[in-house]
């Protein structure tokens, strides 16, 4: 895989560089709620401007249908990178019409332009080739370099992300090229101990990385949603708490293979109970109370880790050469059920070993919080991309990248 390094000394002055990025920041209306993927593509940005190279950004912002909507405009975005770069970004208001040739047309060298929600186009994300390939070509006359650095999106085969490089010279970014870099310390000579601490909704969407982890962690660590599911299949009430009882067998499986592998696998052994979910608008002081997790009341949902469990992760953190986290241990956006995955950003913090966080909701627990980011090893921009590499899958927008 070629890197922008790569690009930077055969120069790019005066040239047209797309940089695919991951610009799909949260917002509340035009308010974007947490920049982090925009600051994480800004060196990239930044070296290829600095070299006089004309930067074309673009992103994919939500799930809209293929069709413009001003709702997942990438405009808020476009003003935030602004200003960060510290230096006027112009705004396209259509992907591959005559508002983005106008803008790219009219960029000088180390100027940047950003090109509107590339999900405004139905071909950006279609299952079929052509029509994706349609696309990909129309992006490719913005263009005479690609790079690629939107991390969060390379799991994806979409014409932006797989057609497009296939099309153009390609390099990978910085922000992709230190994600690669720390996945393979994640899977190619791990330092040990090892631990994995894996939270988040559902356990359908972690089933794949953890069978993996089975031959790779020392101990994995279960929590959020997802750990009822397990409490369930050891036997216990779990009340109205998540649950999927249709992988049940399949936990169940996963359990009897950790004890067998020699596998530590380790369960919350109390939980914060209450009758009602939060109203995490308001932030209303919530009326729980903190069980066993063997006691759960049939009438309560579990919602965090409770006191005992975030000790025993702690300690179970202590030693840990490598640590991957992935998915809050509760409802971390109400702070009365925050304090799990407080502990653990913590304990990760207290480790003396190599620490990831593997994005999505673990990335935003860590800045809602008010935890220091530098303070990490890495901070990942891809919570999906990250748990598909850890799978073993093949990532079409690295697979591109690799041609």
């Known amino acids: 895989m070629k890197t922008i390094d790569e690009l930077l000394a055969d120069g790019v002055s005066g040239k047209r560089v797309f940089v695919r990025a991951d610009l799909n920041v949260p917002l509340d209306g035009t308010t974007i709620t947490d920049d982090g993927r925009i600051r994480a593509v800004l060196p990239t940005v930044k070296a290829l401007a600095d070299a006089g190279a004309k930067v074309v950004v673009a992103s994919h912002l939500g799930r809209p249908k293929g069709a413009p909507d001003p709702a997942f405009s990438l405009l808020p975005a476009a003003e935030r990178l602004g200003e960060l770069l510290g230096a006027p970004v112009a705004f396209a208001q259509d992907t591959v019409g005559p508002a983005a040739h106008d803008a790219v047309d009219g960029l000088q060298p180390g100027q940047v332009a950003v090109i509107e929600n590339l999900r405004f186009n139905a071909g950006e994300t279609s ?22 650095d939107g991390f969060g999106a390379v799991h994806r085969k979409h014409a932006s992300v797989f057609d497009l490089p296939k099309r153009l010279p390609h390099y990978a970014g910085h922000l992709i090229a230190t994600e690669v870099g720390v996945l393979k310390k994640l899977t190619e000579d791990v330092q040990r101990p ?11 969407d972690k089933l794949a990385v953890i069978d993996q982890l089975l031959g790779k962690a020392d101990r994995l660590l279960i929590g959020g949603g997802m750990a009822y599911t397990f409490l369930k299949a ?8 998540l649950l999927q009882e249709d992988q049940i067998p399949a936990v169940t499986e996963y359990m009897e293979r950790a004890e067998k592998n020699g596998v530590e696998l380790v369960l919350p052994v109390d939980v914060l109970v209450a ?16 069980v066993d997790a063997d006691k759960i009341p049939a009438d309560q949902e579990g919602l965090d880790i409770g006191p005992k469990t975030r000790e025993l992760y702690a300690s179970k953190l202590t030693d840990a050469a490598t640590v991957f986290w992935n998915g809050p241990m509760g409802v971390f956006e109400h702070p009365d059920y925050a304090g799990g995955t407080q502990a653990v950003a913590q304990a990760l913090l207290d480790s003396d070993g190599f620490t990831v966080v593997g994005g999505g909701d673990s990335a ?40």
């Not at 079929?128 to 913005?142: C, I, N, P, Q, V």
């Not at 090892?194 to 359908?204: E, P, R």
């Not at 050891?234 to 708490?241: A, L």
């Not at 220091?372 to 590499?389: N, V």
Request: no cysteine; hydrophobic share 40%; net charge negative.
């Open 364 to 403: 935003a627990a860590v800045r809602t919080l008010g935890f220091d980011e530098k303070a990490f090893g890495h901070i990942s921009t891809g919570g999906g991309a990250s748990l598909e590499y850890l799978e073993g899958k093949t990532l079409p927008g690295l697979a591109a990248l690799e041609d």
């Open 194 to 204: 090892y631990v994995v601490a894996l939270g988040g909704a559902k356990v359908s």
């Open 275 to 290: 009758r009602e979910f939060p109203d995490l608008k308001t932030k209303a002081p919530a009326d729980y109370t903190v």
């Open 127 to 148: 299952k079929d080739d052509t029509e994706r390939g349609e696309f990909a070509d129309r992006l490719a006359a913005l263009a005479d370099v690609y790079v690629g």
């Open 234 to 241: 050891k036997g216990y009430e779990v009340g109205i708490s």
